[in-house]
DNA sequence: TTGTATGCGTTATCAC
DNA sequence: GTGATAACGCATACAA
């Protein structure tokens, strides 16, 4: 790699002059200036961002742990990090907790040496269930500032952007109890140990409750495991009076369709089916599935110019965004 | 953040005592090391890994440069890449080059600097299209080791990690003809411009021509769009003798099942389906898909294992791994 | 056993 | 308009 010093050596001329005149600096003659600049592109001179970051204490780099990439949600969401990252002259480096405790605080720990400016995280599951928090809390008082997003721990104060699960389960559960009429709607979880998973359910519980209705919750293990079909199509079997079954994931409502359609079960006049979803997930069902579509690329977008902005000037007073959901239709029958 | 400079004020010795102490070196006493590592533990010391890569003109970290993290395929690599890279003591920087060529070439320039030891890749659909190298090149020339993986430059000399994808298509095929004794097999491409796409297409082609059997091939826009199910129902409506349905993607596929039904065929006595997955795909239809598994996971792991290796010794030889997919074939039936 | 000096590549301050 | 020098934090060759 070219550096300064070479530039410097080959031209005759001090590195702080060469340095001057990469920079544009208004002490240095147009001549050298642009003798400089010639000879740079000419070896393909690049400021080694290692030297930069060192001098300057900031590395433009973001640390993002997730808790999972192969759920399409964070997978998209950090599409949105990467690309407002990248729009704001940020690296990110992505550590993958696998939803376990241990390797969410290792890859904060390792991280907060100066390698990041601060991070974007999901909690792991783990994490979560187990109220493990005092990993993050180190981070935050060693002044690396944290945004968590859609997993959040409500103790912590720091800037987040969360999902309107509660609201968003509530109203397409009222969507379905007084636009399509059902009286029986099954709700199939299974994050019910995860906050947003909990707010999922409040909202259908709210819902039910406004319209004195009973619930009905198929909790399912949450290693999506091959006896997903078997419990939904048994329950549904042995409950004939279910109208309509809303699922608070991403997968287990396309499975439920499925299950209807071999009970022989009409899509939509005799079961709604309503889940989790993104742009492409309906045309994985026919009909097509109705989805509470969660704007993840949004979301990482928002949290990424929030931590952004809060590293340019962490005197902002912390916030918490709500990203709105939006509800997809079934927009054809069978 | 602590210094070796605070703590050797803070014990009144010089600064590479402390650095030899925490480094454990044999020339430091007894006493003081452990006077300095207490402290060090005390104050929560991490040496700043900036400097330390200045110093050592390594970053131990990997850049990894994907088209998407929206398909599955590519995510399920990344958790291979981040846990192998991870178990290494190596960060990794993603990059996304959405599929463009610009952006693929801006990341490569971007990380070029000392951000990064080496690359993990896979080509962008536009680079792949229009045969665009020079950006790749360009890197290996200033000494940086590039690993391709999936979508491959065959004129670029580099370590490669691909996988079979003639040989399983060509395989699948031939379990159709030979095992379920289908005479019709459609194959549903999306991706035929991609390297991989084509490779596909002629295990396809290869074995219908080693059984004598005519080739039907259904070409979709790449970018899934609605129409996917109209064109295939309309094509399957249109051409009653297709047996069997061969899709060389992930999604079209579950599509394909579902609209066969919905013609009334039954699944798989009529009409066998097999596609590309991963480990949930087949959970997403019923009867399952049956599906080709490349194992995703397995690839990231390999590649990330070749890049480090490489790393350590660039006096290694170039080497081109194929990692072979395994047939998972539907279980169920309706 | 400990300390001093040097350098990684860059930028910034100051002197010429 | 140009250049010498110091500093970021760390590691190491060398001196004491």
């Known amino acids: 790699m070219t550096t300064l010093k070479e530039l410097a050596a080959l ?31 000419k070896l393909n001179y690049k400021p080694n961002r290692i030297a930069q970051q060192l001098k300057t204490n900031k590395s433009k780099t973001i640390g993002v742990i997730l808790p999972t990439v192969t759920n399409p949600f964070f997978a998209e969401v950090l599409h949105g990090i990467e690309k407002t990252a990248t729009n704001n002259d940020y690296d990110i480096i992505v550590c993958l907790s696998n939803e ?35 990993h993050i809390l ?37 969507y379905l109890i007084e636009k399509e009429n059902r009286k ?13 998973g909990k707010l999922r359910i409040e ?33 549904l079997k042995a409950n004939t009076t279910i109208d309509a079954i809303l ?16 009970l022989g079960l009409k899509i939509p006049e005799e079961m709604s089916v309503m889940g989790f979803g993104f742009d492409h997930t309906p045309l994985l069902s026919s009909p097509k599935i ?26 902002l007073q912390l916030q918490t965004i709500v990203v709105p959901s939006d509800l997809k239709l079934n927009e054809s029958t069978d």
């Open 290 to 315: 109705s989805i509470i579509h969660q704007k993840a690329h949004e979301i990482g977008e928002i949290s990424t110019k929030l931590l952004i902005d809060s590293l340019k000037d962490d005197s």
């Open 11 to 41: 031209l005759n001329i001090s590195v702080s002059t060469v340095s001057k005149a990469l920079n544009d600096s208004h002490e240095i003659s147009e001549n050298t200036r642009t003798r400089v600049k010639e000879l740079a592109t």
């Open 138 to 174: 180190d981070v935050i008082k060693s002044r690396l500032p944290v945004l968590m997003f859609d997993r959040v721990v409500n103790e912590i104060e720091c800037n987040k952007v969360i999902v309107d699960d509660f609201q968003s389960v509530l109203e397409a559960t009222e």
């Open 184 to 196: 029986h709607i099954l709700l199939v979880s299974n994050i019910e140990e995860l906050s947003v």
């Open 203 to 235: 909202g259908y519980s709210k819902a039910l409750e406004n319209h004195n209705l009973k619930p009905h919750i198929l909790k399912l293990d949450h290693a999506v495991d091959v006896d997903v079909e078997k419990k939904i199509y048994d329950y």
């Open 100 to 134: 376990t405790f241990l390797k969410e605080k290792r890859s904060l720990e390792l991280l907060s040496n100066g390698s990041v400016d601060g991070f974007i995280m999901a909690v792991a599951r783990e994490s979560q269930v187990k109220n493990e928090t005092e």
């Open 247 to 262: 699922s608070i994931d991403h997968v287990t409502g396309i499975v439920a369709i499925n299950m209807a359609k071999k």
